[in-house]
């Protein structure tokens, strides 16, 4: 936890991660009008108002599964993402490697720096989302708030998490496996471009707002978490040692 | 009492090259251990063997009498290592503080530790200011401080003085000289032959991964080749210079002796490894000339050095 704690609070002195911040906010509000604007659109529509509410709830449910799962691993990408390749480029992680801490405490505590905040902030803003959602387009129309569905709710708030877990656990490993940051940055949008196509086509074919996405997003986490703990038979001290700048 | 390091037959090969063949040697507790080689002849990685970094290709490295694997071993152990290491966005008091929380120090001691560390290395005044605005002399010392902020029983330091100003390498020679009076061991990898010679008492020289000599400093100075020896006596005329007939060439025929000449009042004699100059001295005395003073000159570390390396470097 002594890696994790020094490292969220090198998070929160950055500047970049208010940048994220600032961004996500940005991109959030006119996330929240365009769907308040397929609320007001439904509502119009002049159906009952427990299909509204049904349909409401369908559509909430989808966009806060998709947002949180994209909010997360975008802080993972950008707040912390390359804590690790600046430890090696600098030769940090060498003493580091040197003092009673083992290999896995140092990769779980790099881990846990990068997807907390990813998580606490994705959780925030997805729930945020909803309840402005609501604030402003649902309660004035219907006169009470709407939740997503139980589904799409295990699914922000275990199964999202868990997948940006093994997320920020592959990013580490790759970090500590490989030399040139070049490649890891290749491999890190590759591993977010196959976690957003991964799941697209049984959003696409399910909806996400569905049991059927939930239990095909823990297979998504626990690929993740195979591909980690493969990848733990090569990280090494040696190896990281030597494929450290100097 | 437990050895402090011991490496045993120590191989290690990178990618092709065999980088250590069979390093073996042992650090005693309260050493100042200078561990010399030329460039690329294994220091660093000797050293990352035994902090762990490295596992051997075969042989046994123990530090403190626990095999260098065990994670745990390390937590009596300080260093500084080629890259200090240190956090530039971080201020110094924050660098020692993390690695406080990492050896498990609680708080109050944690605070007494950091503020004497400062105290000694003198940067208390600098203590809340960014590591990226620091001197190398001052990074080196709060490395140094950094390393022995959890009071290890054993300092590992990878030339501490490099690149450091001379008034910076004498205060770092000061502290470590101060380290070794606390009953620390202190192994010390080190280019600098003069710093080397002025603080540790036993050295290791290797070279293309091999350990070439090992051993108490003096004792190795004493023993590699020649030593010379000037005696100054009390002749005076040439006629007192009569009573030397016959004495040199007697000299010279003793099996340790390699030269001797007269010159200046003075007996000027090379011996090799194994003499024993009481006895020189026993013979001049029974020619009935006074022996006024004996100056032993012995082989320097440098001597040493070049003649191990044959002047490779």
């Avoid at chain 1, 390359?82 to 790099?110: A, F, N």
Wanted: net charge neutral; hydrophobic share 45%; with cysteine.
């Amino acid at each position: 936890m002594v890696i994790a704690k020094k490292d969220l609070r090198e998070t929160l002195r950055a500047k970049a991660f208010y940048g994220s911040v600032g961004i996500v906010i940005f991109v959030m509000v006119a996330i929240v009008a365009g769907l308040g604007r397929n609320i007001s659109a439904l509502i119009e529509q002049g159906t009952s108002p427990a299909e509204v509410a049904s349909a409401i709830q369908t559509l909430m449910g989808t966009t806060a599964f998709t947002l949180s799962l994209i909010i997360m691993l975008l802080f993972c990408m950008y707040t912390n993402a390359y804590t690790l390749i600046m430890e090696k480029v600098k030769r940090s992680i060498e003493s580091l490697l040197c003092t009673p801490l083992s290999l896995r405490e140092i990769w779980l505590g790099k881990t846990l720096a990068i997807s907390l905040p990813s998580i606490v902030l994705g959780l925030l803003f997805t729930f945020g989302g909803i309840a402005g959602i609501n604030q402003f387009f649902v309660v004035p129309e219907l006169g009470h708030f709407i939740m997503p569905g139980a589904a799409p709710l295990v699914a922000i708030l275990l199964v999202v998490p868990f997948i940006v877990f093994f997320f920020a656990s592959l990013m580490i490993a790759l970090q500590l496996i490989i030399a040139n940051i070049r490649w890891i940055s290749a491999a890190l949008i590759g591993l977010v471009v196959a976690v957003m196509f991964g799941l697209s086509p049984p959003i696409l074919k399910f909806g996400s707002a569905s049991w059927s996405i939930v239990f095909i997003s823990l297979g998504v986490a626990a690929a993740l978490a195979l591909v980690t703990i493969f990848l733990s038979r090569l990280v090494t001290k040696e190896r990281i040692v030597l494929s450290s700048k100097g | 009492m437990t050895v402090t390091i011991d490496l045993d037959r120590v191989s290690k090969s990178l990618g092709s090259r065999e980088v250590l063949k069979e390093v073996t040697f042992s650090v005693e507790p309260g050493d100042i251990f200078g561990y010399l080689g030329p460039n690329g002849a294994g220091k660093t990685t000797t050293i990352r063997v035994i902090l762990g970094l490295l596992p051997p290709d075969s042989g046994e490295a123990y530090i403190l009498g626990r095999h260098v694997e065990h994670d745990d071993t390390r937590e009596k152990v300080g260093f500084v290592l080629e890259a200090d290491g240190l956090y530039d966005n971080m201020t110094a008091y924050d660098n020692l503080d993390y690695y406080c929380q990492i050896y498990g120090l609680p708080p109050p001691l944690k605070n007494k530790r950091i503020d004497g560390m400062l105290e000694l290395m003198e940067l208390r005044d600098r203590a809340r200011d960014k590591v990226s605005s620091y001197s190398k002399g001052m990074r080196q010392k709060l490395a140094l401080a950094r390393a022995m902020v959890h009071e290890p029983e054993l300092l590992i330091l990878d030339e501490p003085t490099a690149a450091v100003d001379p008034t910076g390498q004498i205060e770092v020679r000061q502290i470590i000289l101060n380290l070794s009076q606390r009953g620390k061991t202190i192994f010390l990898s080190s280019h600098n032959l003069d710093e080397v010679q002025r603080i540790c008492n036993r050295i290791a020289l290797i070279d293309q991964g091999e350990i070439k000599l090992c051993g108490e400093l003096d004792k190795l100075r004493r023993d590699m080749g020649k030593r010379e020896v000037v005696i100054g006596t009390t002749i005076q005329t040439a006629r007192e210079a009569e009573s030397l007939n016959g004495l040199v060439a007697e000299l010279e025929a003793l099996p340790y002796v390699t030269s001797c000449r007269w010159e200046a009042q003075k007996l000027h004699l090379h011996l090799d490894g194994q003499g024993d100059v009481s006895q020189i001295v026993a013979m001049v005395s029974r020619r009935s000339i006074g022996v006024e003073e004996v100056i032993k000159g012995e082989i320097s570390l440098e001597e040493i050095y070049s003649k191990v390396t044959k002047g490779r470097e």
